[in-house]
Nanobody, 124 residues
Framework: QVQLVESGGGLVQAGGSLRLSCAAS????????MGWFRQAPGKEREFVAA????????YYASSLKGRFTIAKDNAKNTVSLQMNVLKPEDTAVYYC?????????????????WGQGTQVTVSS
């Protein structure tokens, strides 16, 4: 019910930063939370960060907290992911996601909408 379009991926050296953006449109009134997942070659899609639709309340994968920051522009229905101190292991396709489920955790099982993905490559 929600359409998501990501942007902002690219190539960056280790230690650098990137900011991803996700524009949401459609029936956003039913959205409970939005977030980011990532998927590296040969690996499963993993949770990165999430934010409630209201913009109040953020959640992060424990291994990423402190380097990544998720935020929402309520006026523009845009969610961003600021990624700092990037490491080669952060290399992946990053996907924006939305859910209508008021779950304690955001998982692939409860995602209703996915973005097309944006590639992030971190070089050594």
């Amino acid at each position: 019910q929600v359409q998501l379009v990501e942007s902002g991926g690219g190539l960056v050296q280790a230690g650098g930063s990137l900011r991803l953006s996700c524009a949401a449109s459609g029936r956003t009134f039913s959205t409970y939370a939005m977030g980011w997942f990532r998927q590296a070659p040969g690996k499963e899609r993993e949770f990165v960060a999430a934010i409630r639709w209201s913009g109040i309340g953020t959640y992060y994968a424990s291994s990423l907290k402190g380097r990544f920051t998720i935020a929402k522009d309520n006026a523009k229905n845009t969610v961003s992911l600021q990624m700092n101190v990037l490491k080669p292991e952060d290399t992946a396709v990053y996907y924006c996601a939305a859910t209508v489920v008021a779950a304690i955790r955001m998982t692939p099982d409860n995602i209703g909408s996915w973005g097309q993905g944006t590639q992030v490559t971190v070089s050594s």
